[in-house]
């Protein structure tokens, strides 16, 4: 029996019995998700990144409970090798630069990104930044203030960007690895349409297209790279003559780039874009039901074959087979019972 490995960040402080960071097999030939093991004891790993140097998570609390960068080396022993002290409140997104040398910390509360050197052996070394995000947006009930919920390394220049949901701006900025120098000021700012709030966004291998889903608007933005500037080209709903509860949440490229998919926790479905082989611009195709309740995260492993989205309201996990041809998919059946999954991811070993 062939199978994968799979981490999961589950919510702790839901009275649902997860103790934090919980893996699982995936059998590549029927679906089936065996019982979960816990790797690692922490309060409300809501995020969860697998390198081949281990697992990074971080605990979604407010600074007065002390949230922590934490990371795993050995998944059999359920204590972190170490950890960094987090300033902000509630991390919500961590992201691990392509040589394994920094990670950047999203606190979605305080709107601030906190920036970790990192060891050779994948240890947490120190903080060495924190950037703070000002501004607000329309939304009176969501926005009142800057929201961090993700920053991304890109791996063809030396930048990262940020995501900011409260005060619809994504931010790109440089760095210099070598003199561990983060430049405060971004090289470019784009706003999105006001009252949006961008969530994630993903970009294609090339880095000159990205997609972003906006959480409040329930839309995409695609975003094109001309002449060393991004520039917003189309907007489209995430889940078309569909009624809206500002709750769109993850946003994946399958491994070919030929198909999009978006997670909509209120309708509970997962979206389903083929992009143009011209323009790459997603075309809706259709959307599936993750036979459980408000997905608010799900992964699709690195082989293309298998989609898994976790059931954060219904506390499960779901497996879906996918069609590689026409990216459609297909729920295996089988269902694993899980406290408040809210992120899942394939663990590198």
Not at 82 to 106: E, V
Request: proline letters at 6%.
């Amino acid at each position: 029996m062939r199978t994968l490995p799979l981490t999961i960040g589950c919510y702790t402080e839901d009275p649902n019995g997860s103790q934090g960071v919980y893996q699982t097999q995936l059998d590549l030939e029927t679906g089936k998700l065996n019982p979960p093991q816990l790797i690692a004891k922490c309060i409300n790993p809501s995020f969860v990144v697998s390198t081949k140097l281990g697992i990074y998570t971080a605990s979604e609390i407010d600074q007065q409970s002390q949230p922590q960068l934490f990371h795993v080396s050995e998944t059999d022993s359920n204590v972190p090798s170490n950890s960094g002290c987090i300033l902000g409140d509630h991390p919500c997104h961590i992201s691990i630069d392509p040589n394994h040398k920094f990670a950047i910390t999203s606190q979605y509360s305080s709107g601030t990104f906190d920036i970790f050197s990192l060891g050779i052996n994948g240890n947490i070394d120190k903080r060495i930044e924190t950037l703070k995000m000002s501004g607000s947006g329309p939304n009176q009930d969501r926005q009142t203030g800057p929201h961090a919920h993700q920053s991304l390394f890109l791996t063809h220049s030396p930048q990262f960007v940020t995501v900011d949901l409260g005060a619809d701006h994504i931010n790109f900025y440089c760095f210099d690895e070598e003199q561990e120098e983060f430049l405060e000021e971004p090289v470019q700012s784009i706003q999105v349409p006001a009252g949006n709030g961008p969530r994630h966004m993903v970009f294609n291998k090339a880095e000159d297209k990205a997609y972003v889903i906006c959480e409040l608007s329930e839309t995409i933005l695609m975003l094109e790279k001309a002449v060393g500037r991004w520039h917003i080209v189309e907007e489209m709903d995430a889940l078309p003559n569909t009624e809206k509860g500002e709750a769109a949440a993850a946003i994946k490229l399958s491994p070919d780039e030929q198909h999009l998919y978006v997670s909509c926790r209120y309708q509970s479905r997962i979206s389903h874009f083929k992009l143009d082989p011209v323009n790459q611009k997603p075309v809706f195709v259709d959307s599936y039901r993750t036979e459980g309740s408000f997905p608010r995260d799900f992964h699709i492993t690195d082989d293309g074959e298998w989609l898994i989205a976790a059931n954060q309201h219904s506390n499960n996990l779901t497996s879906f087979k996918r069609n590689k041809l026409d990216g459609s998919l297909t729920y295996s059946g089988h269902s694993l019972e899980v406290g408040s999954p809210v992120c899942v991811t394939q663990q590198i070993s």
